[in-house]
């Protein structure tokens, strides 16, 4: 089966439903077709194509629920997953969290699909690494690259009524590039619903210059600096919030969210007032679903406003017991910028440490957010509004919390991608003092 | 990496469990996954289609993996169940060498048609590919095994128990986690069951039955009132071995230093439960670290997770040569490291050896997943780095002829590569307890279980936690500390290891889900050692205030 419209999509759902037997039953169906190109040392080493589709059928007797899914989708096989779920439900333990199936429920339209990446071609695929090859190649310096790119959609029914759709499309590029000596390293990373925005070229060319500019690093001590940090280095350290924003963990006490006493920290200011984050589904830069996997409506919401902490994310469960809306949590995150470029932002450092990319980031402390990681493929040394040369890589202990109350200047916002998550953000370069290097690597 | 995937299971931080979900895993009831779909003669005719078409194709090499994998998970938290999820993936990858250049392709389509289609769709993609390629693949050579099968020796398929009494075993841990103080406790029981068939032009037909079992839990003690909370994470490991692990029998219990109770063939994970609690809370209570030069005692619950990054990473080929730079990075480990016979990564006591053959480690297997041997073989002796680990077609770049036998493919949906096979520290030579260790010890800390984790992209600099660490004075435990992590460079370290204890505290541990390659995969591997001393470790204090 490939990707299934709309109205083939609901089709299927109401024969599936149409078998039902149980108090409730709810069908969740996906497909995507996707490929992969991944190359090292200037050549191809594996390439991929997978298509695959998905049908979960979750059905309940009061609060038992059983779950079974297929991967076929003839007649016989849609009514012997639902009778297979039926089972599974039959004999669950009652589990006390289970909350009724959502109504019908009411979505905007999602921007997620662009019909040119659901029509790449191999060709095209193979002309977009061949461009970036030959930057490298170029050089005489040594690419390792990886190119994705996926068209699928989603699509959920309810015995209540509900129904929901969704086709995203979304390409995802990396690459990293290396002097043939080994000492120099540069990287840049690109995320894009639309593949005719994806210029591998030029992500390539700016990695290359970072690795040649890299390669004589100076060793300077650890401490604390002042520090700007690229959209890509942002997203890894800011998504640990946006992870974070469960409003169970924090009522229950164990969150960087909770506090002394036994209370949150919603409400309160937590970071410096320039920091604004909130999640659109309908940005036209990161459009995402409008609906969740729950069928819940995606809508735009503030998380973080003038620093302040203005909203949790629930569990249907939880926000009933609370007696709250169950605003479901982000689906990708926006970090509110400003006007100056990356090169602004330099020019306007007197001394400091330019990050392109943070590397291997890990929880220290869950209660301080204390997360630690490494510098990694160009990081420069600052000093009177210019790069000066570079400089050699930094293990950090930081907590997001403690560098957004050490905000200096906002950048420019961008579309970019973690490393970490793969997930795309639209977040702007930032400068903070006082971010904590604890020791030196002497990686490249 | 996504060592997201890693961290969710081995880190897991203070909350909910993550459940890893191979892309293409469905669920499906347990009655229906103890069935063979198909049996070994009907695998060998499907995979033939596979090995004729690409043959006619032009293919010069091709493997087929039919794979079933299976996995159940049984989650909790406190008095209730909130999931029991049996999920089966089933398909065929189809991998072949056409004009000197590697292809893939996978199906769940594991008919004659459906074989056949992927199959071309594979040599496809290595013509296609071949315009960039530099240089062709060479295979190392390998016997033809003919039909061949192995199976993990295990007594219990955990498969096989029923869901209810894994659910009353981890209800009643967590009872007993909450009688002694637990704020909360998440628990887990993850069983994986991998049927692999895999064939090759070169006339070997594998049958493979591996399994591999995994309790866990997490217990959180709060207090509400200073707003502080620890968590301590149960000291099971994940083994290549079935439902008995969970036996907990009292000849698998070790009465170690800190009054502690750890585990090794077996385990006990109400006990431990209960323990959890009681240790959770004297954590709160722990001082916090005064930073500074510390003689670190690491016991083999901790010590794995630091050989896994900084030994088992490094001497992966493909990292040294570039393969994995743009995501896991290279290493440090250089080949004219190697080629100089006398790398010092170590003091003189310091041996690794790596294994793909040791019972009960998860790494275990007849056979690779390129239908190689398995086998065991060194990487540092006295200290000097001596091999790497590298499947057929890097193996040549070290003048070797036999693969190491350590390929692996998470899914029959994803390629093969080169992945890390059991590294373990081997016992030392001299009769040595922890308590005789310890008993040395001026000034040092004594750190059980693995926690916190990063390391650089060539393995260099690293930063460790742990889940319990005791400050150790003038040879004596001194009660417990908190908000210890260690930073030091790989080679530094290795060479500060003073002492190993011996063979009878030489255990295993290891990780589930250690990720790699892009798109990423898990692999699971096990890493043994008995107590070693590291000296003069720098030790960071990790506290922070927020507000």
């Not at chain 1, 076929?72 to 009724?100: G, T």
């Not at chain 2, 459940?19 to 009655?31: K, Q, R, Y």
Request: aromatic share 10%.
């Amino acid at each position: 089966m490939s990707i299934l419209t709309k109205d083939e999509a609901q089709a299927l759902l109401k024969k599936v439903l149409s078998y039902s037997k149980a108090d409730e039953c709810e069908v969740n169906l996906t497909g995507n077709d996707s490929a992969n190109i991944r190359y090292a040392r200037n050549s191809v080493s594996t390439s991929a194509k997978v298509s695959s589709s998905q049908l979960v059928v979750s059905s309940a007797y009061g609060k038992k629920l059983g779950v079974a899914t297929i991967n076929e989708f003839d007649d016989a096989s849609l009514e012997k997953v639902v009778r297979r779920s039926e089972e599974l439900a039959q004999l669950a333990p009652e589990n006390p969290e289970y909350v009724l199936f959502l109504g019908p429920q009411n979505y905007a339209g999602s921007a997620t699909y662009v019909p040119a990446t659901a029509a790449i071609t191999p060709r095209l695929r193979s002309d977009l690494v061949a461009a970036s090859l030959q930057v490298a190649r170029d050089a005489k310096a040594v690419a390792a690259g990886f190119l994705e790119d996926n068209t699928g959609y989603s699509a959920m029914a309810n015995s209540k009524g509900l129904f929901a759709y969704n086709t995203s499309t979304n390409t995802n590029f990396s690459i990293t590039v290396r002097t043939e000596d080994g000492r120099g390293s540069g990287y840049a990373t690109r995320g894009y619903n639309d593949v005719t925005k994806l210029d591998t070229r030029k992500a390539t060319q700016i990695a290359t210059d970072k690795a040649l500019k890299s390669a004589e690093a100076k060793a300077i001590e650890p401490g604390k600096y002042t520090v700007i940090l690229e959209p890509a280095a942002v997203a890894v350290l800011l998504e640990r919030i946006f992870f974070g924003l469960d409003a169970r963990q924090a009522d229950e006490g164990r969150s960087f969210l909770s506090k002394a006493g036994g209370t949150t920290r919603l409400g309160e200011k937590m970071v410096d007032e320039r920091v604004n984050i909130y999640s659109d589904p309908l940005h036209p830069e990161l459009p995402t679903s409008t609906w969740s996997g729950d069928g819940r409506p995606q809508e735009k919401v503030s998380w973080i406003e003038k620093g302040v902490i203005k909203n949790f994310s629930y569990s249907r469960y939880w926000a009933e017991k609370k007696g709250v809306k169950a605003v479901p949590g982000p689906d990708g995150a926006i970090m509110e910028g400003g006007t100056k470029s990356l090169e602004e932002l330099i020019a306007g450092t007197k001394k400091g440490v330019l990050v392109t990319r943070l590397w291997y980031i890990r929880d220290v402390d869950p209660q301080s957010l204390l997360l630690t990681g490494l510098t990694r493929d160009g990081t420069f040394y600052i000093e009177n509004g210019k790069i000066q040369y570079p400089i050699k890589n930094f293990r950090f202990n930081e907590s997001p919390i403690i560098m957004l109350n050490n905000l200096e200047e906002l950048g420019k916002v961008e579309r970019t991608v973690s490393v970490e998550s793969n997930v795309n953000y639209l977040l702007p370069p930032i400068k903070v003092r006082d971010f904590t290097f604890s020791s030196l690597s002497d990686a490249v | 990496m996504k060592r997201r995937d890693f961290i969710h299971l081995a880190g897991m931080g203070s909350g909910a469990m993550a459940l890893p979900f191979s892309a293409f895993a469905h669920e499906v009831e347990i009655g229906q996954l103890l069935t063979p779909l198909l049996d070994t003669s009907q695998k060998k005719q499907l995979a033939d289609i596979a090995l004729n078409t690409a043959k006619s194709l032009g293919a010069s090499y091709t493997d087929v993996r039919i794979g079933r994998y299976l996995n159940q998970f049984v989650t909790t938290r406190e008095k209730k169940v909130q999931g029991v999820t049996n999920t089966e993936s089933f398909g065929v990858g189809i991998r072949v060498i056409a004009n000197g250049t590697w292809g893939f392709a996978a199906s769940n389509s594991v008919t004659p048609d459906g074989i056949k289609k992927t199959t071309e769709r594979a040599v496809a993609i290595a013509k296609a590919n071949s315009k960039f390629q530099r240089e062709p693949v060479k295979l190392a050579g390998t016997p033809s095994y003919g039909e061949v099968s192995w199976k993990t020796p295990i007594v219990k398929n955990g498969f096989e128990v029923p869901v209810k009494e894994k659910i009353e075993l981890l209800l009643n841990a967590n009872a007993k986690a909450m009688e002694n103080g637990a704020s909360f406790v998440n628990s887990l029981i993850f069983l994986v069951n991998e049927q692999k068939y895999f064939a090759s032009s070169e006339g070997s037909y594998i049958d493979q039955d591996v399994h591999r079992t995994w309790p866990n839990f997490q217990v959180n003690v709060v207090d509400r009132q200073s707003g502080q909370f620890k968590t301590r994470s149960a000291f099971s490991a994940p083994v290549g071995m079935g439902y008995e692990y969970l036996d907990g029998k009292a000849g698998d219990k070790i009465k170690a230093p800190g009054d502690i109770i750890l585990y090794n063939k077996s385990y006990d994970i109400v006990e431990d439960a209960a323990m959890a609690a009681q240790q959770a809370k004297q954590f709160i209570a722990g001082k916090s670290v005064e930073p500074g030069k510390y003689d670190l005692v690491l016991e083999p619950s901790h010590l794995w997770l630091t050989i896994h990054e900084s030994v088992g990473h490094p001497t992966e080929l493909d990292r040294v040569l570039g393969y994995e730079a743009n995501y896991a990075g290279t290493s440090f480990l250089t080949m004219d490291k190697w080629q100089s016979k006398n790398f010092k990564f170590g003091s003189d006591i310091v041996n690794f050896v790596a294994d793909k053959t040791q019972p009960g480690s998860l790494g275990s297997v007849g056979y690779d997943d390129e239908g190689v041997k398995c086998k065991s073989w060194e990487l540092i002796k006295d200290g000097v780095l001596v091999n790497y680990q590298a499947i057929r077609d890097q193996i040549g770049m070290l003048g070797q002829k036999e693969s190491h036998g350590c390929c692996y493919s998470q899914s029959w949906s994803d390629v093969q590569f080169q992945r890390m096979a059991n590294v373990s520290l081997q016992a030392g030579k001299k009769s040595l307890t922890p308590e005789q260790l310890i008993s040395n010890v001026e000034k040092g800390i004594y750190i059980v279980k693995d926690g916190s984790f990063s390391i650089d992209q060539q393995r260099y600099n690293f930063q460790f936690g742990g889940v319990l660490f005791f400050e150790i004075k003038n040879g004596k435990i001194a009660g417990m500390l908190k908000d210890v992590a260690y930073q030091a460079n790989t080679q530094e370290f290795w060479n500060s290891c003073t002492e190993i204890c011996d063979e009878r505290d030489y255990r295993l541990s290891g990780a589930f889900n250690d990720g790699k390659g892009q798109p990423s995969q898990s692999n699971a591997v096990s890493h043994g050692s008995a107590t070693a001393r590291f000296n003069g470790v720098n030790v960071i204090n990790t506290g922070r205030t927020i507000l």
